[in-house]
């Protein structure tokens, strides 16, 4: 663990995303709320949270953080029968938030996995990334994709 | 949690694998030992072995197994600057493994993130899938897109 | 701790229940689906399946188990503006299960308590009680008070 | 997990109280030291200090805190058999801090449980309540049934 | 994690000791029950135990595993104003169980530590060892300086 | 636990000191690289800096912190086929931070133990001992035995 007692202390704000592909047959019963052992999105909006205040425990080297928020958000896409998943991640700390949006997100789609492999064990989770920081000495770094336009809508809210 | 009471005791085996990419720089870092915050190879097998060990923390849905063995094992893979990790899970137990391979895998790679950030925030987690399962009642299942040689070799040494 | 190296494996359930006492206005606010922080009977369902797993952790003399299934009904009230919780645990192990019912149980309350607080303080939960048991060298045992028709539902189901 | 980086720092406290009934043998036991597993009471106050700490690891919405204090009292009851525990939560942090009170005073009241159920199988926890809370923008809040004098004599000794 | 599941389950037992000196102010304090924070032999027992099943989140190469019965004793010794700890740990499982008795006597330790650190700050934690272990394939083993007349009779009693 | 709500926040620092004597052939196999199960020293640092952010968990009366920084140190010792460790711990907090950098020593030696019992059963740690604290109203505590070069050395990087 790096020293950070020299950091200040800034509001900082994470986002990660990433999206798991789940196949038409396991796509179709989520979107009309049929799949045999619940509704993966409200499940695994409730583990990303707890995920995310788990990240101290799970990484060796991250810092137990006060988090001030997480949130999830998710979105269907019927173009490629994926369910992309945003982690909000919030802090009043001297270290960065990414890795708690990451971890939060990266349960967050592994809950989605538990509840669809059911229906289909090929599925696959790709595209998971930072899109968004800010805080921290260095100010706000923006993924070179830039935001999408969810992202935009929730970092909107935030404000 | 679903009801397992009924389920046979039979060895299973599990095998996730996914990759993370982390840019020219930070993939020659890594390649010669000079990352500034230590060994994220080394650190991400155990960080993926005591993750494995959480998933029932985790996973809602997971149930609390006596997990025989966990393994993580790497490949740099020089062609696109990545690095591609395996994880192994073992139990002798009524549920499946899949969820603590996978678990034990995406910590893992969270770790090797979390180690080469401070060269690169635009990294990337991909291809995260199931390879390979056997035991339980539907037997040995293989990933469509069949296995790799470096999990061959890893079943080949768990005969 | 005490010694359970002699006990024999049988099938073990317990069921547990409680109430919560939340007011007229947060009682149809819950109802209607209206609380501000979410759905406080699909987290208090996820919250006590979590905490049933981490029973060996909270209370210093339970063993650590396997459990087999956890599940959290609830029924609304209207009479007296409560939220009656039912929490069964299965298990197929040497040592009872009571424990993991009751604090799957109790979690679940409290997790009802954090979502219903911001409409209504004084809040109360009463009636935590063990309805039934069944398993171990003892065989059955049923409440005095007998078992609630929702937990013969329950019962009947899990034959 | 709402966001709580606009809120003020302000000491806080909250006290709960809950009772358990335990009969008549089971009463006489635990009053004379004679239960077979253990000093219920001693054993309690640590696992509801320790169950306070894990509060946010056992209810989603509950944000990482660090407490100042945690504290559990003991009354025994002889006129309805029971045990009567309060316990007292203590921050300097932006949100409130029922939810520990309430946690710490729900596992305590259920080790009081773990022991006393060799002895007798219909056990009753009832009157969970919030009796005080202090700090916060809303300032000191009393239960309409007002203050126990037990609970009198701990907010004597905090000031 | 080594594999296991070729193993045989047997019975087995793991005894550790180990010493902590705290000084004649301290033991003195101690043996008359005056130590300002509470009793630090109950408390030593009740942590001891509780870490003892935390031995695999704990030590990466451990499984997770069964325990049927832990158990902390402690012996003042006032020839060098010290407390000796045993820690006993059983299980029915494929591994063996000294590290979980020799986690839990470590922290048993610490907790004494922890209690009587207001009064002495230069503390020792010595001749923390292995005593006795019995089951698994290469049957029982005693520590080369034998057994402690205490553990002859934590044995007598476990028969 | 104590209440901390009146004091102040310094920057502390705390370095606790331990040794495991593990015997020539474990010793000159460690030195080689060639132990069986892998690394200890690697593994030890990575255990210890965990376990230390488990502080409160495993001991009663320890409060949730925040730590800025933990390291572990290994010195190898031929002259008595030991190894020494030493773990500094380091907050902004209002308590002490010795607990936090001897249960990060405990739990690295015995993630050492762990790894070097496959060689020889009857290891020993001894000499666990709190080296040097600095900060809180007392300043800066030095053992009666002195600093040893290896915690000069790294007191003098600290600064």
Not at 65 to 81: A, C, E, F, G, Y
Not at 93 to 118: Q, R, Y
Request: hydrophobic share 45%.
């Amino acid at each position: 663990m790096a020293d950070i007692s020299d950091k200040g202390v800034t509001q900082r704000v994470a986002i990660a995303g990433g999206r798991i592909r789940i196949g038409r047959e396991a796509f179709n019963l989520l979107s009309e709320g049929r799949l045999p052992k619940g509704d993966p999105l409200a499940m695994a909006e409730i583990a990303g949270i707890q995920a995310a205040k788990q990240t101290p425990t799970l990484l060796p080297l991250c810092h137990p953080i006060s988090l001030n928020r997480v949130m999830v958000h998710s979105v269907l896409r019927p173009q490629d029968h994926s369910v992309e998943l945003y982690c909000v991640a919030e802090i009043a700390e001297k270290t960065g938030v990414e890795m708690e949006a990451l971890t939060g997100l990266s349960v967050a789609l592994l809950t989605i996995w538990d509840l669809t492999k059911p229906v289909n064990a090929a599925l696959e989770i790709t595209n998971t990334r930072l899109i968004y920081k800010s805080g921290g000495k260095r100010g706000t770094w923006i993924h070179p994709d830039g935001i999408p336009d969810e992202v935009e809508a929730i970092l909107a809210e935030l404000e």
